[in-house]
């Protein structure tokens, strides 16, 4: 199989992981965590038994974008649960917490994901992360719980998801312009006024 068609596994997961969690936050917001939470893990376990069992190249694009669909909603919901749960320096510490393991996991699984492959085939991998998935499924189902109070929801009509989308672009997009703009402007030799190697 040539390099370039096993890249469609990976546009395929991450296309479907970017749109999915425009969608899974404010259905979340709207009907409880727990649902999703449950529901998102089956979808990713579902996926990785697709692509650990695929005999074809669709069957395997098929498989990842269904694993990402259920990885999307992991992205999102740990924060929302952390936000459900925890407040003040509590909260902080949560979401620190999401972040170094949201950091820390693509340091630490190729070198886990490279050492079964070796010792026991590519698919091996995604038995594992099937295996794993279930086990947090239940956990999810027998311990945690819902996490979001009725009180606290909030309908999903497209106008609301739209305006709130709108919301977080009119203030989050001026910041980011300003960063990005001030971070290119130290990235320029004062001297010569050529950007920066490091910075390209």
């Known amino acids: 199989m040539a390099p370039g068609d096993l890249a469609w596994t990976l546009s395929s997961f991450f296309i479907v992981f970017a749109v999915g969690q425009l969608f899974v936050g404010p259905l979340a917001d709207a009907f409880g965590r727990a649902p999703f939470v449950f529901g998102r893990l089956a979808v990713f376990v579902a996926g990785s038994v697709i692509w650990a069992l695929a005999p ?3 069957v395997l694009i098929a498989g990842r974008a269904i694993q990402a669909l259920g990885a999307c909603e992991a992205s999102v919901l740990a924060r929302a649960n952390a936000r459900d749960l925890y407040h003040g320096p509590q909260l902080t510490r949560a ?3 999401v972040m170094i393991a949201m950091a820390a996991a693509p340091g630490f699984s190729p070198v886990l994901g490279t050492g079964m492959a070796a010792a026991f085939g ?3 991998t995604f ?3 099937a295996v794993a998935g279930v086990l947090v499924a239940l956990h999810d189902r027998l311990i945690a719980g819902e996490s979001l ?3 606290h929801r909030r309908p ?3 106008q609301a998801i739209v305006r709130s989308f ?3 672009l009119i203030t989050t997009l001026p910041g980011f312009v300003v960063v990005r703009g001030g971070a290119h ?3 320029r030799d004062e001297s010569n006024h050529k950007p920066l190697a490091g910075c390209l």
């Open 166 to 168: 709108a919301g977080l």
């Open 127 to 129: 038995v594992f992360v």
């Open 149 to 151: 109070s009725p009180s």
């Open 122 to 124: 590519w698919r091996s």
């Open 185 to 187: 402007g130290r990235c």
């Open 156 to 158: 999903a009509w497209p």
């Open 95 to 97: 979401l620190a917490l």
């Open 56 to 58: 074809t190249l669709p």
